[in-house]
């Protein structure tokens, strides 16, 4: 299966610890996006990402968490300083191209924070 | 920010049963996608829709893209236990930058065999 690997799949933190969020697109794909998903809710943009460059991180908070997409390598998702707010599942997706063409999940990362 | 209505919330139906599903935008879409989460899963996509009026099957799965452009419809036929799970819509807006993806409220379906 050559679909989108998040790791891990869940993760647990203490209050103001880091999380790392993982993400390898599908195989060709360069293009990534992250969302994030309160129980009960549909999915919040946060991050799009081509290859070593941000495109659009206007959905992501200013403060403490950042994304990076590097040459070679997974796309990470970083927390910082992690508080209870920030429990909830985040997801990865990815696309051959941007625009309007349908973007493919992963089975997502469950933070949980103590 | 955009806000997709999807209804209704949640169904409950006898196998065997068509459901139907809507989603509503206050802007225009120029891209409309439906997608099914499984408990603990990341979302499936059903079927994309491109154009307004645009009428497009996926086996027992018809999506439709309003002539409005502000709306889109799921249908699902003579339903089975593994059709369970949440439906969102999904899309970007015409008038945002194309990247980013809003996603409804989600329509929670249960099929009782």
């Known amino acids: 299966n050559a679909g989108v690997m998040q790791n891990p799949r869940h993760l647990v933190r203490r209050r103001g610890q880091e999380a790392r969020l993982r993400c390898s697109p599908v195989?060709?794909?360069?293009?990534v996006y992250w969302y994030r998903q309160l129980p009960e809710e549909g999915l919040k943009f946060m991050v799009y990402?081509?290859?070593?460059?941000?495109?659009?991180e206007s959905g992501m908070p200013k403060e403490r968490f950042s994304a990076e997409f590097p040459k070679e390598g997974p796309s990470i998702l970083r927390i910082q300083q992690v508080v209870r707010g920030d429990s909830a599942a985040y997801f990865c997706a990815s696309s051959p191209q941007g625009g309007v063409q349908p973007q493919h999940f992963g089975d997502g990362t469950r933070l949980s924070i103590l | 920010g955009q806000q997709l209505n999807q209804s209704p919330q949640s169904m409950f139906i006898q196998e065997g049963e068509d459901v139907s599903m809507n989603c509503t935008s206050s802007s225009i879409f120029n891209t409309w996608l439906w997608y099914k989460q499984d408990p603990g899963e990341g979302p499936v996509l059903l079927i994309a829709l491109y154009k307004a009026g645009e009428l497009t099957s996926n086996g027992r799965l018809t999506a439709q893209f309003g002539i409005t452009r502000k709306d889109s419809f799921l249908n699902i036929s003579a339903s089975i236990p593994s059709d369970v799970g949440i439906y969102f819509c999904a899309g970007p807006p015409l008038s945002g930058t194309g990247n980013q993806f809003y996603f409804g409220t989600g329509t929670s379906l249960t099929v009782i065999p």
């Open positions: 990402l081509q290859k070593e460059n941000i495109i659009d």
């Open positions: 195989k060709g794909h360069s293009h």
